[in-house]
């Protein structure tokens, strides 16, 4: 009765949570991924899922299947693909539900709580692009608890549309041998053995890796583990910009928003102080740092790329320590926790629409969007369409170049020229 609940919660709720987020625009990449995907033959979409050194951006065929069959089904209808992804993010929530059961004697509910109603989840949810990173856990998730439901070829299944989709998914075999999982050499020889034909793939087709998606070994580590403990915290990924030393917050940043930086502060203390006074068990917190730091190795290396949904499978390990923690709790404190825990949500989704870049983008793009079909109400002979802006460089990336214009009138040829006019 109480897992059925937390479905139908879990499946209902996250539209209330993230229903401001289902509106907006389309915004920069959107565009991008869904032109691609709507005017490429099937070979096309298939040959662009592999690897190449054009480009820094890797997305594996699995993503592309999907924008593939998704515009065909929503067009640029963006609140379509916003209701996919919440639905998504609801049922990877029942999935980290159902997995922490099987952990943990109790407490489990707290780690779907902690995962439905985490404000790092915001872009994942929000920014269309990020699909991949809500479908890749979720296949995840399927695969580690089909394995621990002692299923011999789900897992493998799960694992292979997984890796597919996003390579955070890699990681999923090296879960599975933390976990003990049953009939283990049956079941993870297979899978590493399609990782590695993967893998052997990703050589042959390298992709470029330059810039802020360059690797190295140093201080950029500390500063990544540091940022992922703190959005899976609760903190916005907006914070990460306005702090001038570790503990020094931007002093304008902290006027506009002092009582939400409160709440995030007092919460980040609180499970502090839960975790260091409560939790008894060695092995649960070694287990969940392990799985945490399992989870975060394809990307904890980055110079400084990094975002909170990399995080997206790696919190369950963070959340299990803490929900272990407060299964032994007093009633009082649980209860102060899940308190904080929601206001903590309703804060950070206030600061994430106000000073978040995407959410402004697409706000831009689409009264940009507006000025373009207004003064071009069907496609001009030559198919060039003009816009009088003398912001072309910010133009150019929330509409994507052309991309916006090639949907908005269905076709590929279509070019966006933009004019500047200081005296309009």
Not at 208 to 214: E, M, N, Q, W
Request: overall charge positive.
């Amino acid at each position: 009765m109480k897992t059925r609940l937390i479905t139908v919660i879990s499946l209902v709720l996250p539209f209330i949570l993230w229903g401001k987020l289902i509106p907006f625009s389309l915004a920069q990449d959107d565009y991008y991924l869904i032109s691609q995907a709507a005017f490429n033959s099937v070979r096309q979409q298939v040959l662009s899922s592999l690897p190449n050194t054009n480009s820094i951006f890797f997305r594996p065929l699995g993503m592309q299947a999907y924008f593939y069959l998704a515009v065909r089904l929503f067009w640029i209808t963006a609140w379509k693909y916003r209701i996919v992804a919440v639905l998504i993010h609801g049922i990877n929530s029942i999935l980290v539900y159902k997995i922490s059961q099987k952990i943990i004697k109790s407490g489990a509910i707290f780690v779907w709580l902690m995962y439905l109603a985490a404000p790092w989840q915001f872009a994942a949810i929000g920014w269309i692009v990020n699909i991949s990173y809500l479908s890749g856990a979720m296949f995840a998730f399927l695969s580690i608890l089909s394995a621990l439901e002692k299923r011999l070829y789900l897992p493998i299944l799960f694992f292979t549309m997984g890796i597919l989709t996003n390579e955070l998914v890699a990681v999923v075999p090296l879960l599975m041998i933390l976990l003990c999982i049953p009939r283990k050499r049956r079941l993870i020889i297979p899978i590493f053995m399609i990782l590695g034909l993967y893998g052997l793939v990703r050589l042959k087709f390298p992709s470029a890796s330059t810039g802020d998606y360059g690797f190295m070994i140093g201080s950029n580590v500390i500063q990544n583990i540091r940022w992922l403990l703190t959005w899976a915290l609760g903190w916005p990924e907006t914070y990460k910009d306005q702090f001038i030393s570790f503990f020094n917050i931007n002093k304008s940043f902290l006027s506009t928003f002092p009582g939400e930086t409160f709440i995030f502060a007092v919460t980040s203390i609180v499970i502090l102080e839960v975790v260091l006074i409560t939790a008894q068990n060695i092995r649960r917190i070694l287990f969940g740092i392990s799985w945490f730091a399992v989870a975060l190795s394809p990307v904890i290396f980055f110079t400084s790329h990094i975002y909170p949904h990399y995080a997206v499978i790696a919190v369950v390990g963070l959340y299990l320590i803490i929900a272990d923690a407060l299964s032994q709790s007093s009633r009082k404190l649980t209860a102060v926790f899940i308190i904080l825990w929601i206001m903590q949500f309703v804060a950070g989704l206030k600061i994430n629409l106000v000073t978040h870049w995407w959410p402004r983008h697409a706000l831009e793009a689409g009264n940009l969007i507006s000025k373009i079909t207004n003064n071009h109400p069907f496609l001009p002979g030559d198919k060039r369409l003009f816009l009088e802006t003398c912001n072309s460089v910010q133009t150019k990336l929330v509409l994507s170049g052309d991309n916006a214009v090639k949907l908005i009138y269905n076709d590929p040829d279509a070019k966006l020229n933009l004019n500047c006019n200081p005296q309009l």
